[in-house]
């Protein structure tokens, strides 16, 4: 009896100590998750109570929404072009990092730096002045002798604005992937120079394997942050997603129509929506991870 | 020999250049903050300001909106930490529950919260500002602070891998002397993870300070702005003549930042070496 009344309020105990976490669970995000599935079936504008409508909210979103594809469209290259180069980048630059000098705090700080500062308002407002008219980027490309470009004027280079801003801030998965580096065990390097094994050699067969658990982990959390990207976007276009929805990145345009048209029920749709796109993304790097993804098997 | 030391030029050359270049754009914003303001796009091409003005800074910390810009620093400040403080506490408390306390229903909640780390925060964010907004919390810093006393995630996972290193003899000892889980926690853990407690913060006053979009929601008079929104407004006003301002204002709100970062970068480089996660 003692042992059970014990093991009682252990658990008790437990529940206290994570209750905070409960609580905010519930309250903040539990109730809030099914309160928007059930919004997404309403039409709600806030000021009078939602009223049924079914489908008709993802109805619209598919066939009767072009910007809704736009901003889909837009998200969608800004990911598959952004995760992508910030992770080579992150590799290559890593790679450059990983030996033994003096030097290497100094460059990893100046590197991580862009992490550090990326996401604040005032880097977004710099980004935008660095692509103006008469802004440093077009002055690079007059002295390499290429004509300036109207980066506000062109949907496509507007969107490039914002994947080199995301690019710049390679410094973080740059970090995991020293860390990954540092774990890999010298004597295999060492065995395969034996093995008369070149730079490139042992980057393909050694380097990269035992990195795959890193740059899995990497990719997937670095995908769901760049569909939740809103601050430059929002900063950037001056809240418009402009021009002609070039940088109406899906969180923009799902902000724009909850609170500037007040369309609450489209906008929990358009969330939804959101959520399968990531999980269907991420469920679909987990299951091909089999074959990439390389687990060192523990010999005895 | 020769080769070698070549080799190690290139290295330091490679190394450096991608250096300059990844500062160039904050030294560019830097170094424009001292340029008259008519100048800065006029002379975007070089970096050195000719002539050095001080008067953006003077200009830009007159404030916009008719508030002066000291009021939303103090405003920042005060949102971080507020927000700060309780995240710091709470994960702390729900780590040690993971992370020492067998009870039923341990791993399924820890599952539960390392799949709210992936949730994209579109899908509560509608709810949520209705919840906020039923509470009668709009336009009040509450919807901001008060979710931060719950526990975040982030800071959860970070101090439960730090708490499973420390030996669980500690606590077997700590016990058979008569404490209690409480006293357990507050008097021998808290002090043991006090560096997870301290990247917790660096990375909890980052991102409440740089956070637009809470106060983008919830905030609508100026008086209660953060420097974020204090610097939006200085963009739906940007004309020729407040460049300068916006620029200097931009670099005023990007020095907590740094300062911060020099001073605790090792805990930052462990904080994400350790947990895989982005900061």
Redesign the interface.
Same mark, same amino acid.
């Given at each position: 009896m003692s042992m059970r009344f014990a093991a009682w309020r252990e658990t008790l105990t437990g529940y206290a100590f994570i209750s905070p976490f409960l609580l905010g669970f519930l309250i903040f995000t539990a109730f809030p998750i099914a309160a928007s599935l059930y919004l997404s079936f309403t039409d709600y504008n806030l000021f009078s109570p939602p009223s049924w409508v079914g489908l008709e909210q993802y109805q619209t979103m598919f066939t009767g929404d072009p910007k809704f594809w736009k901003s889909l469209r837009v998200t969608f290259i800004y990911v598959f072009a952004g995760v992508p180069l910030r992770l080579s980048f992150a590799l290559l630059v890593a790679l450059l990092l990983n030996r033994a000098s003096r030097a290497i705090g100094v460059y990893r700080t100046v590197y991580y730096l862009p992490s550090i500062i990326g996401g604040s308002v005032a880097v977004s407002i710099m980004w935008r002045n660095l692509y103006g008219d008469e802004g440093v980027i077009n002055k690079a490309l007059n002295f390499f002798g290429l004509e300036s470009v109207r980066w506000f004027a062109d949907p496509l280079a507007a969107l490039w604005m914002l994947i080199t801003l995301s690019v710049w801030q390679f410094g973080s998965s740059m970090l995991i992937f020293l860390a990954g580096l540092k774990n890999i065990p010298p004597s295999l390097y060492e065995a395969a120079s034996v093995d008369g094994a070149n730079v490139l050699q042992r980057f393909i067969r050694i380097t990269m394997p035992m990195l795959t658990p890193v740059v899995l982990f990497n990719l997937i959390m670095q995908t769901i942050a760049a569909f939740m990207t809103f601050i430059p976007a929002y900063i950037i276009s001056k809240g418009e997603g402009g021009p002609l929805d070039g940088t109406l990145l899906y969180s923009l345009y799902l902000f724009r129509r909850a609170f500037v048209f007040y369309d609450m029920g489209y906008a929990a749709a358009m969330a939804w929506v959101l959520l399968a796109i990531v999980a269907l993304l991420t469920a679909l790097v987990f299951f091909t991870s089999k074959y990439w993804v390389f687990y060192e098997t523990k010999e005895d | 020999m020769a080769g070698r030391r070549l080799r190690w030029i290139a290295?330091?050359l490679?190394?450096?250049g991608?250096?300059f270049l990844?500062? #160039? +754009?904050?030294l $560019?914003?830097f170094l424009s903050s001292f340029k008259k303001s008519e100048l800065i796009?006029?002379t975007?091409?070089s970096l050195i300001p000719d002539p050095w003005v001080w008067e953006n800074y003077v200009t830009g910390w007159q404030g916009i909106g008719g508030l002066h810009f000291g009021v939303f620093i103090k405003n920042s400040l005060v949102l971080v930490v507020l927000a700060t403080i309780g995240a710091v506490l %709470?994960s702390a408390?729900?780590a040690?529950?993971?992370a020492r306390?067998?009870?039923?229903?341990?791993r399924f909640?820890f599952s539960?919260?390392m799949l709210?780390l992936?949730?994209?925060?579109?899908?509560?964010?509608? +709810? *949520? #500002? &209705?919840?906020f907004?039923e509470l009668g919390w709009l336009n009040s810093i509450k919807p901001i602070v008060v979710?931060a $006393?719950?526990?975040a995630?982030f800071f &959860?996972f970070l101090m439960i891998q730090f708490i499973r290193t420390i030996p669980a003899e500690l606590d077997e000892a700590a016990t058979i002397d008569g404490c209690g889980?409480f006293r357990l926690?507050w008097r021998i853990i808290v002090p043991l993870i006090m560096p997870a407690m301290a990247t917790s913060a660096i990375f909890s006053f #980052?991102?409440r300070?740089?956070d637009?979009?809470g106060p983008?929601?919830y905030l609508n008079r100026p008086s209660l702005y953060p420097?974020?929104m204090a610097?939006?407004m #200085?963009?739906?006003a940007e004309t020729i003549s407040n $460049?300068g301002a916006?620029?200097a204002m %931009?670099?005023v709100?990007?020095i907590p930042?740094?300062i911060v970062?020099?001073l605790f *970068?090792r805990q &930052?480089?462990e904080g &994400?070496?350790?947990t895989?996660?982005?900061?």
């Open positions: - | 290295w330091h490679a190394a450096a991608g250096a990844m500062v #160039y +754009p904050v $560019w914003l796009f006029v975007s091409g %709470s408390l729900v040690f529950g993971f306390l067998k009870f039923m229903g341990n909640w539960v919260m709210t992936m949730l994209p925060f579109e899908v509560t964010l509608v +709810p *949520q #500002y &209705i919840l907004s979710p $006393w719950f526990g995630p &959860i889980k926690f #980052y991102w300070w740089e637009l979009l983008l929601l420097v974020s610097l939006k #200085y963009l739906d $460049w916006m620029f %931009s670099v709100s990007l930042v740094l970062f020099f *970068q &930052i480089v &994400i070496s350790t895989g996660l982005k900061g």
